[in-house]
């Protein structure tokens, strides 16, 4: 039966996991045109985590969410429902059910979601929905992506940017509500500025009947574009928020942020009047991990200490779709 209506929210644990490669600004200087200072300069990324052959996104979503849930304290058979966001899964029937099986949640239900760079606050805000209903009380949301398999690593634009990663946290229902506010938003008409499309190629299986066969093409972006569309619509959303969960700018602790790119972040924090040292980065080190960079720079973040229990977090995601949102969370219980 359904509990009763309106349950509180906490987020209660959060892990993260990353590839044990590394290659560096100077590493892909040998690859393609570029420096470590026009890298840099540009992105603020200094390195990124490369998953080799023989691993795969399952096994880095694992470990992320074993992880979180060692620091939310729950088992995994406690687990009611897994949401992966990704845009890179291992199987494209899905991947979270061999996270559910690796994991040993026997008692999941478990299953995809593709939002890209959003994928992790579209993941939270879905998880929220099935708590607050009362349907489920012990939710992991996992952002997890190897980007990696789909960079054209000749084309300098774009094969500085991305790099691969995972992290989860804990949802769970609580008696006072920890999720203060949310908006997720859309806008198709701009679908063209980041692209990893499927390319058909025409086959004919018998006299008359063609169908379309192929894979996919690496990820193309116009960076330009993207970069206009963030910093003017997620201190839009986040303001949106704020004023729904009546709170001041000045009440946020930390801005966790897609770790797109450290000027859009910088551009972000100044428009919201957020001082540089509550703008949590790890960019440098890892690039951008698509759906896995804000739990991924929440949770270390939170193992440095820097975020406490109690702390007011603004989050938001940003980018394919085009899509974005933004959520309000204090931390822990």
Partial sequence: MLKELGVGIAITGSGSATPT???????????????????S??????????SSVQESLS??????????LDM????????????????????????????????????????????????????????AQFIRTGVYQNVLVIGADILSRWV?????????????????????AHQSDRLLGFEIRSDGTQNNALNLAYQPQPKEIVSGVTIGQGTYQPITMNGKEVYRFAVQKVPEVIEK???????SIDQVDWLV?????QRILDAVGERLNIP????????????????????????EAVREGKIKTGDTIATSGFGAGLTWGAAIFQWGR
Wanted: glycine fraction near 8%; include cysteine; proline fraction near 1%.
């Fill in 257 to 261: 942020l897609h770790q797109a790119n």
């Fill in 276 to 299: 540089a040292h509550k703008v949590i980065s790890n960019i440098a080190k890892y690039g951008n991990t698509s759906a896995a960079s804000i739990p991924l720079a929440l949770d």
């Fill in 41 to 50: 300069s540009r992105t603020g990324i200094k390195e990124r985590r490369l």
């Fill in 21 to 39: 490669v590394s290659l560096d600004n100077q590493g892909l200087s040998t690859l393609v045109e570029t420096s470590d200072e026009w890298i």
């Fill in 152 to 172: 054209d690593w000749a084309d300098r634009r774009s094969c500085v940017l991305f790099g691969d990663g995972a992290g989860a946290v804990v949802m769970q």
């Fill in 59 to 68: 096994a880095i979503a694992t470990l992320a969410a074993t992880n979180a």
């Fill in 72 to 127: 939310a304290g729950i088992a995994a058979t406690d687990v009611d429902l897994i949401i992966l966001a990704t845009s890179t899964p291992d199987d494209l029937f899905g991947t979270a059910c061999r996270i559910q099986a690796q994991l040993g949640a026997s008692k999941a239900v478990a299953f995809d979601m593709t939002a890209a760079c959003s994928g992790f606050v579209f993941g939270l805000v879905t998880a």
């Fill in 241 to 247: 928020v704020l004023f729904r969960a009546n709170l």
